[in-house]
């Protein structure tokens, strides 16, 4: 009996065929365990302070903790699913991220449930790594870009059902039960993968990478490519703008506009309604345009919504108006994610593992840095959430421009060459 990871369970997907639906439905589901797990609970943040007689800054430290896990964890999956393949260390992440979540379930303090929060990012950040190397393993350009856009309509549902749920739930099951869902989420995503997920990386295409390395030093000196540095900035600074939005958000609505936890739930569901709607018709837009100029169009209207944002906060407009460009920032990120995702993985598709975990952990590293600082000023005020907004949309538009730019200069070159 053979203990290879292409063997039997592990049949190598060709690199011919399409993504089938149900693959693609389960790499949704790795992609929404994140989102999912960081969004259930922030309805229930004001009771948690209460129940674990703490600080707000403590209870968003089990936030941070989450996202630096996410950030560790794809740094390690990502060169290991080089390496080894993807489906062996996507099985072990995702009964990492089920142990670590029974855990946070029963935590007695909030010292154990932010470790239990860290290990669970670790683990989840399997899939959200792993799938996104196992689409660059079977698709490139447009259809790459595609399959990554409707991959964030899957996961997407997860940022608008978790806050609606956990606004409903709070009161009825408490965060601990919240957090059980995401133990429920967790062992559905073990299943999954079992089920559904076989090997992309093929053994012939590893062995080649090593032959590689040992003729000519390590590939992963490609992840220096500009064009690959350039859209991974672009791709985690537009995350960063939503991560802002998100960490501030239950203090945001529910102490400055005034809703409850159901009405900050619906809000937040609308926002993350927008994001899916337009990521279903990011694809509609690359069949007729080019990649770079749709990621263009959404980075263009991320920048003007943030701006808009801040001239309403310091002007002291009324709280109400700032749900508008909060609306159309993260709506317009669907124009964002995918298409970035394909171009930055696109560039390095020999080893999109470690390229996937690079793009990742720029992801969530920012992430876990914008998410304290959108609370410095205290939770009456929304001037740092504009700051970190709006820099982090000003930062994607330069690198978005010099990465065009750059490529530009490299066509002409070529055409001159030739």
């Not at 707000?56 to 996202?67: E, G, K, N, R, S």
């Not at 994610?337 to 598709?349: C, K, M, S």
């Amino acid at each position: 009996m053979t203990t290879d990871t292409d063997s039997a369970r592990t049949q190598p997907a060709s690199r011919s065929h399409d993504i089938t639906t149900p693959l693609l439905l389960v790499l949704g589901l790795l992609s929404a365990v994140a989102p999912f797990a960081t969004d259930l609970y922030l309805p229930a943040f004001p009771r948690m302070t209460v129940d674990l007689a703490t600080s707000a800054t403590t209870v968003q430290l089990t936030l941070t903790a989450f996202l630096i896990g996410v950030t560790a964890g794809q740094l390690v999956f990502g060169p290991l699913s080089d390496r080894f393949g993807r489906v062996p260390p996507l099985i072990a992440g995702a009964a990492l991220c089920v142990l670590a979540s029974a855990v946070a379930v029963f935590a007695p303090n909030v010292a154990v449930l932010v470790v239990a929060r860290l290990l669970q990012g670790l683990g989840g950040a399997a899939g959200m790594v792993i799938g996104r190397a196992v689409i660059s393993d079977l698709a490139t350009g447009k259809a790459a870009a595609r399959a990554f856009s409707l991959m964030m309509i899957v996961g997407g549902v997860a940022p608008v059902v978790a806050p609606l749920l956990g606004g409903l739930l709070t009161g009825p099951i408490g965060w601990r039960g919240l957090l059980a869902i995401v133990l429920g989420l967790s062992v559905a995503m073990l299943v999954a993968v079992l089920v559904v997920v076989r090997e992309t990386h093929l053994r012939a295409r590893r062995d080649a990478l090593r032959a590689e390395r040992v003729a000519s030093g390590s590939p992963l000196r490609a992840l220096w490519s500009r064009t690959f540095i350039g859209y991974t900035t672009v791709f985690a600074f537009g995350f960063a703008v939503m991560m802002a939005y998100i960490s501030a958000s239950p203090f945001l609505y529910q102490n400055m506009l005034g809703l409850d936890t159901v009405g900050y739930g619906m809000m937040f569901g609308l926002n993350a309604l927008a994001l899916v709607f337009v990521s279903g018709l990011a694809p509609k837009l690359t069949a007729t345009r080019s990649v770079e100029s749709v990621l263009t169009l959404g980075i263009a209207i991320v920048t003007a919504s943030t701006i808009a944002f801040a001239l309403l906060v310091f002007s002291g407009a009324p709280a109400f108006w700032l749900a508008v460009p909060l609306f159309t920032a993260v709506g317009s990120l669907g124009l964002v994610f995918g298409n970035a995702t394909a171009l930055a993985l696109g560039a390095v598709p020999r080893i999109a593992g470690s390229a996937s975990a690079v793009l990742g952990a720029a992801q969530f590293g920012l992430a876990a840095v914008v998410s304290p600082l959108v609370s410095l000023g205290g939770e009456g005020t929304a001037a740092p959430l504009a700051i970190v907004m709006l820099a982090s949309a000003a930062i994607a538009a330069v690198a978005l421009a010099v990465t065009r730019r750059t490529e530009g200069a490299a066509k002409a070159r070529s055409a001159a060459g030739h």
